[in-house]
């Protein structure tokens, strides 16, 4: 009977090891797959840091970085040539700041409609409809600008040039619209529903419980959402290169032709006078600029998202 058992017990974990050791296999190859993936992106990243590095240091050995970075005129084809970047990052933060005056406050509304005030199923479809506007190529938004915006604008401002940096940057607040919108609607969802019963038993409405109590819990995941988007409008390259023009201005004025640090890259690329490995090199430093700036700002979204995360965890 003793023998019977124990015949039994090891037919009965022959099956198990097999599926075992096959589940262990598999399991290893997923894993050495997303190991693979994850170290090829991190891979490609670092070659294009060591590209941008590799490609900018000519320049970055001649012109000091003083120049480079406080300096007013932008004039690397010409003669004398000027390498300043200070009407490029001027014009970049105006025409940055004009989209996020639009898309901060529109997008928080309908965040907040989405996620307070919208029933299910409207919530069902619009939130969809709401993402695939972010998948519009933003050439399309630059040719609105153009073609649509700016000559309304010229209507109430006479003297608005056909390349400005208004339009440009109201339709970049436009296009950015969605990404805010969505990203804080994510964030207000998040937040316990025990927050809102709590403020409901002390007797407050839905907007006071909104106000006073849910924004401010979800406060640090809207202000990732607000990085994000900054992060994508200081990105931006179609919609400035078409609409804002391509003078390089210091101060930048918003109603008169401008020049930001993406559209730069595009006009030294694409334009009619070949440009020398130096000039190249300064093209260099810009997008490294732009990398840093953009890698800095990702990362604190992050670490704002993990906080939001850890409080509500």
């Known amino acids: 009977m003793q023998g019977c058992k124990g015949l039994s017990v090891t037919t009965d974990l022959r099956p198990r090891v097999r599926v075992s050791r096959g589940r262990r296999r598999r399991e290893g190859l997923a894993r050495a797959v997303l190991a693979l993936a994850g170290s090829l992106s ?32 932008w004039a690397p084809i010409h003669e004398p040539a000027s390498y300043g970047i200070l009407p490029l990052v001027g014009a970049t933060l105006v025409t940055t700041g004009i ?10 509304l309908a965040a907040v409609f989405l996620s307070t005030y919208a029933p299910p199923s409207l919530r069902r479809v619009l939130k969809p409809a709401l993402e695939l506007l972010a998948g519009i190529p933003t050439v399309v938004y630059g040719f609105f600008a153009l073609r649509l915006v700016t000559p309304f604008l010229q209507r109430f401002f006479p003297s608005l040039g056909f390349w400005n940096g208004l339009s440009a940057g109201l339709v970049m607040g436009i296009m950015i619209i969605p990404y805010m919108a969505s990203l804080s609607e994510d964030v207000l969802y998040a937040v316990p529903r025990s927050l809102w019963e709590g403020a409901y038993a002390l007797g407050a409405t839905r907007f006071e419980a909104l106000v006073r109590v849910v924004l401010p819990a979800a406060v640090s995941g809207i202000g990732a959402a607000f990085i994000l988007a900054l992060t994508r409008a200081v990105g931006e390259t179609m919609i400035v290169a078409l609409a804002a023009g391509r003078t390089p201005t210091w101060p930048p004025d918003p109603t008169q032709p401008l020049l930001t640090l993406t559209a730069a890259i595009v006009n030294i690329a694409t334009g009619d006078h070949e440009a020398t490995a130096f000039i190249w090199s300064a093209v260099f430093s810009i997008g490294l600029l732009l990398f840093l700036t953009t890698l800095a700002l990702n990362t604190l979204s992050y670490l704002v998202i993990r906080r939001f995360r850890e409080r509500y965890a």
């Open 99 to 108: 989209a996020l005056a639009v898309a901060v406050p529109l997008g928080l």
């Open 42 to 73: 991190i891979g490609i990243t670092l070659l294009i840091v060591a590209l941008f590095v590799h490609g900018s240091l000519p320049f970055l050995r001649t012109v000091p970085l003083g120049e480079f970075l406080l300096g007013t005129r």
